[in-house]
């Protein structure tokens, strides 16, 4: 479940361009703890109020990230209040009063950041919201100290939230509104979690973001933006002893709070085939897409670590199964792709998107994609596929420990979602804990395409309208 993120951090690539490395138990950690040498050497250390602090070393330049985490997303809004969150998170630029820590006008955090030479930003998901700077090392304290004031002394004029929620309102319209592709995503994640929060866009349904108020956000800042809530993650050019004293003076004198417990409703099982079509006038190629519902790192630690390791055979990039099979042996398609997301704090996905040569080539792509999981599940897979896949991962590991800000990401992303810090640390040397057998059975489990409903999934057909009356070609 674990993410390393190999790229600068930044709002479009936040969560893209990363790669999924699964954790490990407890006990595995300990075990080599003596023998082998962590990824990042992080520190950790819990404030008297329960924020955790986790600092990385690296003085390769005299940079450093800062985020914080916070047990917090769309998942856990009120019904009927869908968007808040997200909304939420633009809010936290707008204004904030703290008589120790000090105020901020609208706006103002980020013109600091900005004079400063650095960068920040935020970003929201279903279990988590998390705020960032890139800086010199030098100003870690004044970021820490706004971040901190932040926490707890939301100040915002009333003006400021009803043009935010215009602003939020037109990001739905582009992003996923005037976006053919994410529509498709969006109905599809909704058929696909029936009964549970994940089914709901993270950006929320315009008529409730229409209709959200500043009650509503202060009430879900109030409950749940608090020290005992959140991680702090500093990676970069400092000390760790330097960090923790910086956190105890600003992070430290905000007081914990009552949370609530996260408490979900559970999607039931599919006793039926389920799909999504879609046709529009913008789209000039087919799409295929096929999203299964399976266990996320937090709910099974072995199959998700084993998931990992399946997803980089069956669809990895050009030397996968699918894609040698379907793009340049059979020519069915274009592009094909296989991920795993195991970081959830719920079930998590597995998806294959496809692009069909053309549009009466999709019952063959389907039939060609199920032909190539089945020969997994009868055969299984090479030794040679296996060594070559755990080698590239520990690869990537190693030089996700040479970046300035990915650490931060990889380690708050994970324990955010339930990894603990030695699981992240340790897993280069566990990955090979991995079997044959065990992506055999695991195979057959999830993606058995003999045994359509033990795993739920939906398919999704995105087409372009064809000339006789918008039928499908």
Known sequence: MQKFILTTLSAGAILGTILCIPAISTAQAKATKSTVEKVFNAKSYMLDNGLQIVVVENHRAPVITHMIWYRVGAADEPR???GIAHFLEHLLFKGQKHKILGDLEPGEFSKIVRSLGGEDNAFTSQDYTAYYQSISSEHLEKVMTMEAGRMRGIDIPLSEFASENKVIQEERRQRTDNDPRAQMAEQMTEALFPNHPYSIPVIGWMHEIQALEWADAKK?????????????????NVKYKEVFEIAKRTYGIIKRADTPVRARTTSPPFISKTSVTLQHDSIKEPQFRRTYRVPSYRQDAQASLTLEVLADII????????YKALVIDQKLATNISLSYNSAAWNDSTLSIIATPVSVDKIDALQNAIDAQLRKIVIDGITDQELNDTITRMQGDAIYARDSLSGPAMVIGYNLITGATLDAIEYWPQRIRIVTKEQIQNVSKTYLNPDQPYKTPYVEGFLLPISEDKGDVK
């Not at 020290?227 to 970069?236: L, T």
């Open 80 to 82: 009927g209040k869908s």
């Open 220 to 236: 879900f800042y109030d409950q749940y933006y608090a020290p005992n809530n959140a991680i702090v993650i500093v990676s970069g």
């Open 315 to 322: 669809g990895g990039g050009s030397t996968s199964r699918l």
